[in-house]
């Protein structure tokens, strides 16, 4: 028998504790409603639009210009897994759900959702008559091709590692019923909440031919592919048939800019509509010139990502030694102008799941030089610690954003003080990205948008497939061990029911994390997005980096 979301809840003494957790959600999916919802209109303004703003007059026409801090990995959704690229075509395409601007989910391909008795099935009922832009029905056997895609060992896809690890099979009794399998236990309401914002499902018929699709993605959202400039901007226009009514405006246009002081001059002059994840040093003059400012806590974690395929880095009493050395609050409060908060294993302290009795690793160089002095490594004349005649001198990779940056340049003259060299290598997002999965680094400053639990379970961003601690291990066997270790707590944890039992799993997972420093934590931060004061209807919630303009609209400037 099935067993509607609130039936499951309730009979599983799950739904006291969704309720108490309410409104803790997680960067990748999020606390599910205890009933099935229904999409509809969006909310009339981004989080931040006023009431006299939300009952004007609409506009039709003109061009929203959004930028984003980066350049994105992959305008196929095949082949994408990060914020950014999601930032750029969460528009052109559509997810099962989505957040609306109280950080609530709501449907977009699915109007409800529900979960079997064994908590293995999962069902999806899905929005009538909605196509892809290419006319192609986006009914349930498209979505099962779009899971055989994603499947697909010949397209690599990230999703399959990530996402998919316990699927058995994806089925279409019907047209408008969609239905996962899966190979053991889910937690409903975090299986439900993997769906929010991603996978986003494409046309079979387009991808069908591969070549052609990576050069003109088809979705079925509410603008369609028009153009798109490497590293530079994607333009999208309406799509006139969109299932939820044609969008007002006539183009929307998604600007790839790294550079800080570029992002503030184009704000400032009004070049741009909306921009995702300002820099904090800005946003009091944001303020000031009338742009409105929307932060939320984001519940996703920066770190120190170690190739622990890398001998150095492989050392646990160089991993220890690193950690000690970063003055993670300093870094916060200056650079981060407090938009942050320490993180000590990898797990947001406001989450349900957290174990406040296992403590990190606090600010004591001291102790790091000791730690390095125990482990036979000896100071040289420049400072920089040895042991046999080889130097303690590592590589460090970042993207090229000012912000990230500056944080490896404070992380590397603390390291230094302890003895240990970093050179850093910048690059752009795509090849960081690259450079990550093929382990070409030692140490990496990484983010990662949904590794903390969510308000009923736990997501996937903690598994070792998700190249953030030990995936590239091909090498080591002590620490493929580790690799191992750490994703059978998280299977576990992710299969098992219980609450107790589950944040019991998730303790040691947390433990495991601090023992061994797979990754190094250092903090949680908010989204800092800004709008200008003409923009309307945008569906922007505060806690996540994506905005929805199916209903955005420009009033005269």
Request: charge should be neutral; proline fraction near 6%.
């Amino acid at each position: 028998m099935n067993l509607t979301r609130r039936e499951f809840l309730r009979k599983s003494g799950m739904a006291g504790f969704l309720a108490a957790a309410a409104g803790t959600l997680i960067a990748c999916g999020g606390a599910v409603p205890t009933s099935s919802a229904s999409g509809g209109a969006t909310s009339a303004g981004a989080g931040a639009t006023s009431t006299a703003a939300a009952a004007a007059q609409p506009v039709t026409g003109g061009k929203l210009t959004i930028m984003i801090p980066s350049t994105v990995a992959s305008i196929n959704p095949v082949h994408e897994a990060d914020w950014n690229s999601d930032e750029a075509i969460f528009n052109l395409f559509d997810a099962m759900l989505t957040f609306d601007n109280h950080n609530q989910p709501r449907g977009l391909m699915a109007t409800s959702w529900d979960a079997s008795a064994d908590a293995k099935t999962f069902t999806f009922h899905l929005r009538p008559g909605v196509k892809f832009t290419d006319g192609t029905p986006a009914d349930a056997g498209a979505l099962v091709k779009n899971i055989h895609w994603i499947m697909d060992p010949a397209n690599k896809s990230p999703l399959a590692a990530q996402r998919f690890t316990q699927l058995d099979t994806a089925l279409a009794p019907d047209p408008a019923t969609f239905v996962l399998k899966m190979k053991v236990p889910q937690i409903p309401a975090s299986f439900f909440s993997g769906f929010l914002l991603g996978p986003y499902w494409a046309s079979p018929t387009a991808f069908a031919n591969a070549a052609a699709f990576n050069q003109h993605p088809v979705g079925s959202g509410p603008f369609m592919f028009k153009s798109y400039v490497a590293d530079d901007h994607l333009t999208l226009m309406r799509n006139g048939g969109f299932w939820g009514g044609k969008p007002y405006l006539d183009t929307l246009e998604v600007r790839m800019v790294p550079d800080t002081a570029t992002q503030r001059d184009e704000l400032l002059a009004g070049a741009v509509d909306f921009a995702f994840n300002v820099a904090p040093a800005d946003v009091k003059t944001f303020q000031g010139k009338g742009i409105k400012i929307i932060a939320g806590s984001h519940p996703g974690l920066q770190m120190l990502s170690l190739n622990l395929d890398s001998p150095l880095v492989a050392d646990l009493q160089v991993r220890k030694a690193m950690a000690y050395a970063i003055d993670k609050t300093a870094i916060v409060q200056k650079v981060l102008y407090g938009y942050a908060q320490v993180s000590t294993t990898l797990v947001i302290p406001s989450s349900p799941g957290f174990d406040k009795s296992i403590q990190g690793y606090g600010y004591d160089p001291a102790k790091s030089k000791q730690i390095l002095a125990a482990a036979g490594w000896t100071p040289g004349s420049d400072g920089i610690v040895t042991k046999g005649g080889q130097p303690l001198e590592l590589s460090m990779i970042t993207q090229n954003n000012p912000t990230w940056l500056l944080i490896c340049q404070i992380i590397q003259q603390e390291l230094k003080q302890v003895g240990i060299k970093v050179n850093i290598s910048e690059t752009d997002w795509a090849t960081f990205l690259t450079n990550m999965r093929a382990g070409k680094y030692d140490i990496a400053y990484w983010s990662l948008g949904g590794t903390s639990f969510s308000s009923v379970g736990y997501t996937d961003n903690l598994l070792s497939t998700q190249y953030w601690n030990v995936s590239q291990i091909t090498k080591n066997p002590i620490m493929a061990s580790l690799s191992k270790q750490i994703d059978q707590l998280v299977n576990r944890a992710q299969s098992e029911i219980d609450t107790t039992k589950r944040h019991s799993l998730m303790n040691q997972f947390q433990q495991l994390v601090v023992d061994q420093l797979p990754a190094i934590p250092l903090w949680h931060t908010e989204n800092i997005n800004a709008m200008q004061p003409w923009v309307h209807g945008l569906e922007a919630p505060s806690e996540y980096a994506i905005c929805r303009a199916e209903k955005a609209w420009i009033a005269p400037h």
